[in-house]
């Protein structure tokens, strides 16, 4: 139980102000991205007509994800934004993933992490709004049906990104908080690994697909 709330900081000072770095969350991130870096290049390294292992697995996912980027938005559309939904959805997949490793744990647990992720979608989604509609189309989606709806359509939008950065937070630190409890309980024997194995693969697929999928909404709610 002393495990949780540990957090191994690293504190830069910048004059006044203080830089806060989680360096669990910066490392296990960064171990994230070569296990992606790695299936990249292992998946593409030798493609041909009779495709190995992981390059069935690379075209299976990135045809069946394709596909429903074009659901949500269109071909055109799918060929600009399908990489970066594929890319979203596979960190976010192998990020809560990871905590089924023994003594690594989900960046998504993390709420920097959902959140800055739930940033990214919200400025690219209204940039691509700005640069498809036009600036006054897209300013005009503020004041409709009223004028006096401003406000809220505003407060609607940011909700937007509160709503699934703390969804994924809230699921994959309430997952690690189950486990650690029954764990301390149950003295890790028995029950822990099958939850581990059912917040960490069942769940954090779930959540991840669910993420990427309503940031794929809002990118089509801008731009169309």
């Given at each position: 139980m002393e495990e949780l709330g540990k957090v191994h900081q690293l504190l830069v000072h910048l004059g006044d102000y203080t830089l806060t770095f989680n360096l669990g969350v910066i490392g296990h991130t960064w171990i994230v991205i070569a296990i992606l870096l790695l299936f990249g290049i292992l998946s593409s390294?030798?493609?041909?007509?009779?495709?190995?292992?992981?390059?069935?697995?690379?075209?299976?996912?990135?045809?069946?994800?394709?596909?429903?980027?074009?659901?949500?938005?269109?071909?055109?559309?799918?060929?600009?934004?399908?990489?970066?939904?594929?890319?979203?959805?596979?960190?976010?997949?192998?990020?809560?993933?990871?905590?089924?490793?023994?003594?690594?744990?989900?960046?998504?647990?993390?709420?920097?992490?959902?959140?800055?992720?739930?940033?990214?979608?919200?400025?690219?989604?209204?940039?691509?709004?700005?640069?498809?509609?036009?600036?006054?189309?897209?300013?005009?989606?503020?004041?409709?049906?009223?004028?006096?709806m401003l406000p809220l359509n505003i407060i609607g939008e940011l909700a937007n990104v509160v709503s699934i950065s703390f969804r994924l937070f809230g699921n994959i630190m309430g997952g690690s908080i189950i486990i650690l409890v029954v764990s301390y309980l149950t003295y890790s024997v028995l029950l822990p690994p099958f939850l581990n194995a059912f917040f960490g693969l069942f769940v954090g697929t779930i959540q991840a697909f669910v993420f990427t999928m309503l940031t794929t909404v809002y990118i089509s709610l801008q731009v169309k």
């Open positions: 390294r030798r493609k041909s007509m009779v495709p190995g292992p992981l390059q069935v697995m690379g075209e299976l996912f990135i045809e069946n994800l394709f596909g429903l980027v074009e659901d949500t938005l269109d071909k055109e559309m799918a060929k600009k934004f399908g990489p970066l939904i594929c890319a979203l959805f596979m960190f976010l997949v192998l990020s809560n993933w990871l905590g089924i490793i023994p003594h690594l744990e989900e960046p998504t647990k993390d709420l920097n992490t959902p959140l800055s992720l739930g940033l990214m979608g919200f400025f690219i989604a209204h940039y691509s709004g700005i640069k498809t509609r036009g600036i006054k189309a897209y300013l005009k989606g503020y004041i409709e049906p009223f004028v006096f």
